[in-house]
T-cell receptor, first 114, second 114 residues
Framework: DGGITQSPKYLFRKEGQNVTLSCEQN?????MYWYRQDPGQGLRLIYY???????QKGDIAEGYSVSREKKESFPLTVTSAQKNPTAFYLC?????????????FGPGTRLLVL | AQSVTQLDSHVSVSEGTPVLLRCNYS??????LFWYVQHPNKGLQLLLK??????LVKGINGFEAEFKKSETSFHLTKPSAHMSDAAEYFC????????????FGTGTRLLVSP
């Protein structure tokens, strides 16, 4: 069954704590993305990766870090430097073709601060 | 810079009546455009996409959208709303070649009453 999985569905963070969100895909896509969604706003790009062992900052990378050690996996760490982490986090993947290549989204992780 | 504007934050319809969700885009060249749907606490699902082929694009679940370059619009329509269509809808423009950056509108919440 192909697709993108994210875990956990809900995550609670204590102040000063780093937490890691998991994203795995079995679609054989080269590119993977992390987005943040806040109420009443569209999605904003945090980080993206076009190839293993390489990634770039998106529009709101401060307070976040990522790694891409395997093609299938693109975990996101929300660090203690992110002062407002409460949001819905969405992972996506897609091919590297030219314009119009579709991005496919996972089910999301909701991060809440205790 | 490329951007999208969703003209309505909320749209309310009765079941069985037509749906119109409006989107205007800004792009310095011929864009790729998408409509995604998001049900509560779920990931985004692709409804349809335009990539410079036919200007009338048919998607899943009876939705379609028409690309009108002269009006810089990409409105989403459905002839007859169903209760299951109640969700958040995002108009999205794709920018760049190779790396596929998506720019999201702020979303339109569709409410369907019996």
């Amino acid at each position: 069954d192909g697709g993108i999985t994210q875990s956990p569905k809900y995550l609670f963070r204590k102040e000063g704590q780093n937490v890691t969100l998991s994203c795995e895909q079995n679609l054989n896509h080269d590119a993977m993305y992390w987005y943040r969604q806040d109420p009443g706003q569209g999605l904003r790009l945090i980080y993206y990766s076009q190839i293993v062992n390489d990634f770039q900052k998106g529009d709101i990378a401060e307070g976040y870090s990522v790694s891409r050690e395997k093609k299938e996996s693109f975990p996101l760490t929300v660090t203690s430097a992110q002062k407002n982490p409460t949001a819905f986090y969405l992972c996506a993947s897609g091919g590297l073709a030219g314009e119009g290549e579709t991005q496919y989204f996972g089910p999301g992780t909701r991060l809440l601060v205790l | 810079a490329q951007s999208v504007t969703q003209l309505d934050s909320h749209v309310s319809v009765s079941e069985g009546t037509p749906v119109l969700l409006r989107c205007n885009y800004s792009s310095s060249y011929s864009p790729s455009l998408f409509w995604y749907v998001q049900h509560p606490n779920k990931g985004l699902q692709l409804l349809l996409k335009y990539t410079s082929a036919a200007t009338l694009v048919k998607g899943i679940n009876g939705f379609e959208a028409e690309f009108k370059k002269s009006e810089t619009s990409f409105h989403l329509t459905k002839p007859s709303a169903h209760m299951s269509d109640a969700a958040e809808y995002f108009c999205v423009v794709s920018v760049g070649t190779g790396f596929q950056k998506l720019v999201f509108g702020t979303g339109t919440r569709l409410l369907v009453s019996p």
